[in-house]
């Protein structure tokens, strides 16, 4: 594969996916989460590539156009961990270093956990092992406080509205002003397409029937930030109890959720001192 965006098989899927850097680089997969596209890692793939990396960032289950099933339970995690593991396969990296934020650290999580031969390292990204978080929502009024969101997002067709209403509007207030606006206005427009917005709604309405996730056995880092509006203290600091390898936690202080765009040097710092000691 060359640079550039390439469209990819799986099955009867078809996954787009920006690559990067040079053929021969040891592969490290990206996995971007809710609500942005692969764009998001544009700040941090030069950085990665510079090093001799070949990166692969892709346009998640539902993001992607001819990967969009309607079913909610496509979008469970064991379902996203499995077409992951096929679409390293299809890209010819069936082992590389993984790297995933918000849902796409969900889906490395369970990827590292069920499929621990595919993945070298795990960096995520803001969202903690989800058994970490389960826990911080279940008892931590704070966490709960935080992601009281998610109970309109299960609501299937009002949640849609809201979100896209004045174009946009709601959508686009949750980047906070961090995220370029070029790349807000993609994934708005991404996500405005037939059946978009409800397909990475799905992520949220499967979580019910999701399985718990294993601890998992891979070298690790988890990068949180403070000022993330999502992710509390609580489930950051829970999730070193989840990793039976190498682990280690890096803390950003004063920066927001939106890791990938805010703080990309730092991010590629901590992702390259995984890799280098791997």
């Not at 995690?77 to 790297?99: C, E, G, H, R, S």
């Not at 999580?109 to 069920?114: I, P, V």
């Not at 927001?256 to 730092?266: K, V």
Request: proline share 6%.
């Amino acid at each position: 594969m060359t640079a550039g965006l390439q469209r990819v098989d799986v099955g009867d899927l078809t996954f787009d996916v920006r690559a990067d850097g040079p053929e021969d680089g040891r592969p490290v997969l990206l996995l971007h989460g809710f609500p942005e596209t692969s764009l998001s890692w544009a700040a941090v793939t030069p950085l990665l590539a510079s090093a001799g990396l070949r990166t692969y960032a892709v346009d998640q289950l539902g993001y992607s156009p001819g990967a969009r099933p309607a079913e909610v339970e496509a979008y469970a995690m064991t379902n996203l961990a499995q077409i992951t593991a096929d679409l390293m396969t299809a890209l010819d990296a069936p082992v590389a270093d993984v790297v995933g934020h918000d849902w796409g650290a969900n889906a490395a999580w369970a990827l590292a956990a069920w499929h621990g031969d595919r993945v070298r390292s795990l960096t995520a990204v803001s969202v903690p092992h989800p058994t970490a978080f389960t826990a911080a929502y279940r008892s931590d009024p704070e966490q709960q406080e935080r992601s009281a969101y998610i109970r309109l997002f299960w609501q299937a067709g009002k949640a849609e509205e809201v979100l896209l209403a004045d174009d946009a509007r709601r959508l686009r207030r949750m980047f906070g002003g961090v995220v370029p606006e070029e790349a807000v206005d993609e994934y708005v427009s991404v996500l405005s397409a037939p059946g978009a917005l409800t397909a990475a709604l799905n992520w949220y309405r499967a979580m019910s029937s999701s399985t718990p996730v294993d601890d998992v056995a891979v070298p690790t880092t988890y990068v949180w930030s403070d000022a993330d509006v999502a992710i509390g203290r609580t489930a950051a600091e829970g999730c070193a109890a989840h990793v039976t390898a190498d682990y280690r936690f890096v803390e950003l202080p004063g920066v927001s959720h939106w890791i990938p765009e805010q703080a990309p040097e730092e991010l590629a710092r901590a992702i390259l001192d995984r890799i280098a000691s791997t």
